[in-house]
């Protein structure tokens, strides 16, 4: 059975901080990695990465898998609250029903 | 473009009662699909279609139907509701492309269900 694990379960830092968000996974056939921020509603998509060692960025966000430790970071540089929210992994293991969630990581940014 | 629609936005049933949970894109997407979020658990698959008059069974089906007659529509049944399907669902697409593309997919706002 394939299995996303995501730790920690909830975080909660000062904004300016480093954030650092793990994700590791066991699925058969891997073909990528999701990261998702859900705020109040619906998931948003952040990345998908299916290659090992190459960082993707979006403004303060960045991520990068290692295909060789079965895992992936999630990075948040100069949190702000409205970093504030649930980050969802989920790894594509063989077609679009083969997508399976980590139950996320709750980050908290204070002032 | 509205997106990924939902209705109701939350719903309270009584065990034994039947539903319909809406859901509507307007992005001519051919892939569409059901996930409920349930604490500790992360999205679960409930039911997927690749296309007009095509679903399938997701991770977590039973309780659950689905239909899909448009493009646009994918409506989720539930036949018989039980405390257990207390969860907010979500809807979501994506397009087709040279096949499924998951860094698009759209989900919609969510529809809180509680079962009493």
């Known amino acids: 059975e394939d299995k996303v694990v995501q730790s920690p379960l909830s975080l909660v830092v000062h904004e300016g901080d480093t954030v650092t968000l793990n994700c590791s996974y066991e699925?058969?056939?891997?073909?990528?990695l999701l990261w998702y921020k859900q705020e109040k509603k619906a998931p948003t998509f952040l990345f998908m990465l299916?290659?090992?060692?190459i960082e993707k960025k979006s403004g303060r966000l960045s991520s990068i898998l290692d295909k060789k430790e079965l895992s992936s970071i999630l990075n948040i540089t100069a949190s702000q609250t409205g970093d504030s929210a649930i980050y969802l992994c989920?790894?594509?293991?063989?077609?679009?029903?083969?997508?399976?969630f980590g139950t996320g990581t709750k980050l908290q940014v204070i002032p | 473009n509205a997106g990924v629609t939902q209705t109701p936005k939350f719903q309270v049933l009584k065990t034994g009662q039947s539903m319909t949970l809406q859901c509507a894109q307007d992005m001519n997407h051919e892939y569409m699909s059901w996930y409920r979020q349930d604490p500790g658990m992360g999205l679960r698959l409930i039911h997927y279609?690749?296309?007009?008059?095509?679903?399938d069974q997701g991770e977590v089906p039973n309780g659950y139907n689905v239909s899909r007659s448009t493009t646009e529509d994918f409506p989720l049944r539930l036949l018989s509701a039980a405390p257990s399907q207390t969860s907010v669902y979500f809807c979501?697409?994506?397009?087709?492309?040279?096949?499924?593309?998951?860094?698009?997919?759209?989900f919609g706002p969510g529809t809180r269900l509680l079962v009493l």
């Open positions: 279609s690749v296309g007009a008059g095509i679903t």
């Open positions: 699925v058969t056939n891997f073909r990528s």
């Open positions: 299916t290659s090992s060692g």
């Open positions: 989920a790894v594509n293991s063989g077609g679009y029903q083969k997508v399976t």
């Open positions: 979501a697409s994506s397009l087709q492309g040279a096949g499924p593309s998951l860094e698009t997919q759209y």
